[in-house]
């Protein structure tokens, strides 16, 4: 299997146009029709918060080997707009092309001699078929197809698996897709990215969002109250879309306030719970935070970052909410703030993060960011196997002495029932509490409180210590080790391949838990370092000061709602070497 690119081994298609023309749509049906074709795919999608017009793209990068994200170049544009066209012809590798509507007549305003020009009549297809207009995208798909040795057959197999039971649809897009072929097979001159057809391989073609719930539902996760925010509402649509098959309640919640007090209450009540938002949100969530922290009860949520502050930029990603995550909310209290890297660790962080909560009945946070959570990777099939089942001190029944919902025990954690449990009466509210859950405002007894809660930190660190809170990527003997969190993973991985070519030996290391942080950072960062996050303030870099004591000679940081790409974590590394 080989996978020729102009640049590099990989092949990187963008389809371009406004909102309403099916972009996101037909960037997923590229990914997953690689991906059926035994190659590895990596999709993003950047688009404005409008329902119809601004400009959006989805991006899409193929390989023969494992990609990680997407490169700040182009092989080929797909335009479904004149737009499209100029906005993006700068960033096509010589040798690239550009596929557009031929009604646009744009021959005599494309400047560039060094790329292929591809006029298909997009338009003119689809009135043949009598076609929605949005069938445009379905032409070019077979076009792109045609360009990069794609098996047509995969992608008519995805049509129709797509309009199932819709036989008048599949057959009108599967002609769509011949006659996108043909336009192009007809005036291919030279475009050089080619795919070889390879194996196909059991893998997965998801996003973070989807990747999470069905972490949640592996674990057992039957209950989610959630109000739609971008971008984490695709948590809640997947729950909605599957509630039979998996047996679970979901709720649409008023908003954030509601959704958080409905999933501390299904905790209460013995189930595994969760709930989804993005920062507006968890702020309306920290009062309930709170109130989950001092009842003890064990609750998930999945905190899916973008640019504030405020509304900020509300369909873009960003990590500007670490600090929040770790410290929001009032008063003291155990939480757990795990941040998985790709779609492969939200699925397996979130499935333990149920484990944690209920092993140590706090708050589980996952923090995520829009590039993680809204990007597809093709993923390697989860082992369910390795998802363990683990709900800590539960009890199903209760005899003997009368139950104490706050017993002291050793490690902080106490036994906890489910409400009706013959022989056990629950007493639990928001106030502080005696060990039998009634409220007191006696000093010593609220501070043997506070210290029985705070018994479980020397346990919750010693438990996610087991996870890999830290790891590390590339070099053991690096020239520069480059530091960073969510999704900075995937960029500063392909950043490695690029840094080797050019005769540079890097490092990168991952921070997968932030609370508590773990230990034994500080053996990799001596020599030359670099921190690489997408915010303003070095958020992961203040943490590791209040830590360690460390602080960052060199930071790269991005924080105009896009993600760093490989090729600005390259030539920041080389500027820091130099």
């Known amino acids: 299997m080989r996978c020729s690119g102009l640049i590099d081994d990989t092949v990187t298609v963008l389809i371009g146009g406004e909102a309403g023309q099916g972009i996101s749509r037909s960037g ?50 797909v335009a479904l707009n004149r737009e499209s066209v100029f906005r993006h012809m700068d960033e096509i590798n010589p040798g690239g092309g550009i596929i557009y509507d031929e009604k646009d007549a744009l021959s005599d305003e494309l ?40 098996d047509v057959d995969i992608l008519n197999e995805l049509i129709a698996e797509t309009f ?12 769509a ?21 390879g194996e196909r391989p059991e893998r997965l073609w998801l996003t973070g969002n989807e990747a999470v719930a069905l972490g949640a539902q592996a674990a057992g996760c039957n209950f989610l109250a959630a109000y739609p925010m971008t971008p984490a509402s695709p948590v809640l649509h997947y729950f909605a879309g599957h509630d039979e098959e998996t047996d679970s309640v979901v709720i649409q919640a008023e908003s954030e306030i509601s959704a958080m007090c409905m999933t501390v209450g299904a905790s209460y009540a013995g189930v595994r719970s969760m709930t989804s938002t993005s920062g507006g949100g968890f702020c309306l969530m920290t009062e309930a935070l709170s109130m989950a922290a001092i009842q003890e009860n064990p609750v998930v949520i999945m905190l899916g970052q973008r640019p504030g502050p405020s509304t900020g ?19 003291e209290f155990q939480r757990i703030v795990l941040s998985p890297g790709d779609a492969e660790e939200c699925f397996y962080l979130t499935a333990e993060a149920f484990n944690l909560a209920e092993r140590f009945q706090i708050p589980v946070i996952v923090l995520t960011d829009k590039e993680i959570i809204e990007s597809h990777e093709t993923v390697e099939m989860f082992d369910i196997s390795k998802v363990d089942i683990i709900r800590g001190n539960l009890l199903r029944k ?13 490690d902080g954690v106490s036994p906890r029932i489910i409400p009706g449990t013959p022989n056990a009466l629950i007493l639990s509210n928001s106030n502080e509490h005696t060990e039998r859950g009634f409220s007191t405002s006696v000093s010593e007894s609220a501070r043997i409180m506070v210290d029985k809660r705070f018994r479980k930190e020397e346990h919750i660190k ?5 996870l890999s809170p830290i790891k590390s990527y590339g070099s053991d003997d690096p020239d520069i080790t480059m530091v960073g969190w969510g999704s900075t993973k995937g960029s500063s991985l392909e950043a490695i391949g690029l840094l080797s070519d050019q005769g540079v030996k890097a490092r990168y290391v991952q921070v997968r838990i932030m609370e508590p942080f773990p230990e034994g950072l500080m053996e990799y960062l001596s020599g030359e370092t670099v921190l690489f996050e997408n915010n303003r303030t070095a958020a992961l870099g203040t943490l590791i000061k209040l830590n360690t004591g460390y602080k960052f000679n060199n930071v790269g940081l991005k924080y105009d709602g896009r993600p760093l790409t490989s090729d600005e974590i390259v030539s920041k590394v080389k500027e820091v070497l130099r």
């Open 28 to 77: 997923m049906l590229l990914g997953k029709a690689m991906m059926r074709g035994g190659f590895y795919a990596y999709g993003a999608i950047d688009y404005p918060s409008l329902i119809r017009g601004g400009h959006n793209f989805y991006t899409v990068r193929g390989s023969s080997r494992k990609v990680f994200s997407n490169s700040g170049k182009l092989d080929l544009v």
């Open 111 to 150: 400047s560039r001699g060094d790329i292929n020009y591809y006029p298909v009549p997009l338009s003119e297809v689809v009135k043949e078929l009598g076609g929605p207009t949005i069938m445009r995208n379905t032409v070019a798909l077979g076009s792109v197809a045609a360009l990069v040795g794609l």
């Open 164 to 175: 199932e039971g819709r036989d008048k649809i599949i057959s009108m897009n599967v002609e």
């Open 177 to 197: 897709i011949r006659k996108g072929w043909e336009n192009v097979i007809e005036f291919n001159h030279g475009f050089q990215c080619t795919l070889e057809a």
């Open 313 to 331: 930029l509300a369909t873009y990603s960003a990590q500007g909410d670490l600090l929040f995550a770790i410290y929001g909310a009032h008063g």
């Open 398 to 410: 209760w005899k003997g002495d009368e139950y104490l919902r706050y017993r002291f025990t050793e």
């Open 462 to 466: 010693r438990a996610t210590g087991k």
